[in-house]
T-cell receptor
Framework: GAGVSQTPSNKVTEKGKYVELRCDPI?????LYWYRQSLGQGPEFLIY????????DSGLPNDRFFAVRPEGSVSTLKIQRTERGDSAVYLC?????????????FGPGTRLTVL | DQQVKQNSPSLSVQEGRISILNCDYT??????FLWYKKYPAEGPTFLIS?????DKNEDGRFTVFLNKSAKHLSLHIVPSQPGDSAVYFC?????????????FGKGTKLSVIP
């Protein structure tokens, strides 16, 4: 079956603009995660959904960042008033459940560039 | 404050030889450790993991060793192949609350020379 997909693969925007990044998890996976990978760093946790609800958004850097998963499948990460420091690769992952040793499967990421 | 550290940004190894990638951690609450492999323009792919109750886990050419007292783990690849050239991330997660939250190192870029 298909893996985790993310669109767009690349997004270039201007400082101050609003952007939306989309994630399609593996069908049947109830848990969904967003990570951010800045240049030269490893992925950093942003937010985790179990079903439709954000169970843990402690990694979101500030209130300009918001994510939704209204039907428990596709998720959208929204960034308002983008800043140059938001430039990074945004990775989405999903797992069958959150319990135990369930592997997180990652998508290819969206590379966001804020000019 | 980096809780998972990969101190070698890069490593070059001859094809057929052993590759050893190292990882240190500081958080005593971590009890499950994973290695991910990443090719350019792709997401990280799970490679191998180890629970804190073990000191070794082997899967084909890949072996992960865990030294809990030293808070150190390593990934051994034997024999190394050119297709192993990628960035390798060490990751860790705690038990209990927040166990879904992976903490990654900065990665080590492995180059296997034919």
């Amino acid at each position: 079956g298909a893996g985790v997909s993310q669109t767009p693969s690349n997004k270039v925007t201007e400082k101050g603009k609003y952007v939306e990044l989309r994630c399609d998890p593996i069908s049947g996976h109830t848990a969904l995660y967003w990570y951010r990978q800045s240049l030269g760093q490893g992925p950093e946790f942003l937010i985790y959904f179990q079903g439709t609800g954000a169970a843990d958004d402690s990694g979101l850097p500030n209130d300009r960042f918001f994510a939704v998963r209204p039907e428990g499948s596709v998720s959208t990460l929204k960034i308002q008033r983008t800043e140059r420091g938001d430039s990074a690769v945004y990775l989405c992952a999903s797992s069958l459940t959150v319990a135990g040793d369930n592997e997180q499967f990652f998508g290819p990421g969206t590379r966001l560039t804020v000019l | 404050d980096q809780q998972v550290k990969q101190n070698s940004p890069s490593l070059s190894v001859q094809e057929g030889r052993i590759s050893i990638l190292n990882c240190d951690y500081t958080n005593s609450m971590f009890d499950y450790f994973l290695w991910y492999k990443k090719y350019p323009a792709e997401g990280p792919t799970f490679l191998i993991s180890i629970s804190s109750i073990k000191d070794k886990n082997e899967d084909g050419r890949f072996t992960v060793f865990l030294n809990k007292s030293a808070k150190h783990l390593s990934l051994h690849i034997v024999p190394s192949q050119p297709g192993d050239s990628a960035v390798y991330f060490c990751a860790a997660r705690p038990s209990g609350a927040g166990s879904y939250q992976l903490t990654f190192g900065k990665g080590t870029k492995l180059s296997v020379i034919p």
